[in-house]
């Protein structure tokens, strides 16, 4: 009786060992990149951000799909101030078309790149413009993702896939400031509906 019991036990153990196992290999970015097929992807978020809030949700974008991730920065920055680089800098460039140099950036050895701008006068912040004409896009994805301090998302995706050349660009997520408590669930659920 006690061997039969064995045999009935030891295959459960063997089996439930093996899928523990594979859940604390696999962290829970990784599960919500299978939900949104990314396992096979390699996977970059570049973001802009001068005030915090893109980095905050560049973060959390990062922690559940995985791969690598980057600051896009200009070669000079913008000034801390914030009427200094709103009505300043950042108005002239929006009014010139400047387009600012960055520091160098190289998206080559990815698939899908999720690429995050604050919204700055009505579009996205001009070293964002520059990352997107710099680099070679053609055959990847870019997936958008906004903040912004009221006005939404403009056209910013479809801005995006002016300057990306080559490059098919998804719906992308936009969000006030820094979201709220259900931020991460939002994100979630975008990237699941998301066709990646
Ligand atoms: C130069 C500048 C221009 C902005 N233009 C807009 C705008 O056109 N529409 C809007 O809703 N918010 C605008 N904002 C607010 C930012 O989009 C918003 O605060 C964003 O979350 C800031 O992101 P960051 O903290 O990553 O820089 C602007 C902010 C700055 C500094």
């Not at 899928?19 to 290999?25: E, L, W």
């Not at 960055?102 to 919204?119: C, L, Q, R």
Request: hydrophobic fraction near 40%; aromatic fraction near 10%; proline fraction near 6%.
């Amino acid at each position: 009786m006690k061997k039969k019991l064995l045999f009935i036990i030891l295959p459960l153990l063997v089996v439930i060992c093996a899928a523990a196992g594979y859940a604390i290999m696999n962290g829970s970015s990784t599960q919500a990149a299978n939900q949104g097929g990314l396992m096979d992807k390699k996977i970059l978020t570049a973001y802009f951000s001068w005030g915090g809030n893109t980095k905050y949700i560049a973060e959390k974008i990062h922690t559940q799909v995985g791969g690598d991730m980057f600051r896009i920065e200009p070669v000079t920055p913008y000034p801390a101030d914030y009427n200094e680089t709103a009505y300043g800098i950042a108005k002239e460039q929006k009014e010139k078309n400047i387009h600012p140099p960055i520091k160098s950036t190289d998206v080559s050895g990815y698939d899908i790149i999720f690429v995050g701008t604050p919204a700055w006068w009505y579009t996205m912040a001009p070293p964002v413009m520059t990352f997107l004409e710099e680099n070679n896009f053609e055959g990847k994805t870019i997936v958008p993702f906004i903040t912004h301090g009221g006005g939404g998302g403009y056209t910013i995706d479809k801005d995006m896939a002016q300057l990306a050349k080559g490059a098919k660009v998804l719906k992308p997520i936009v969000i006030f400031s820094r979201g709220d408590s259900n931020t991460d669930n939002d994100i979630k659920e975008w990237l699941e509906k998301l066709s990646l």
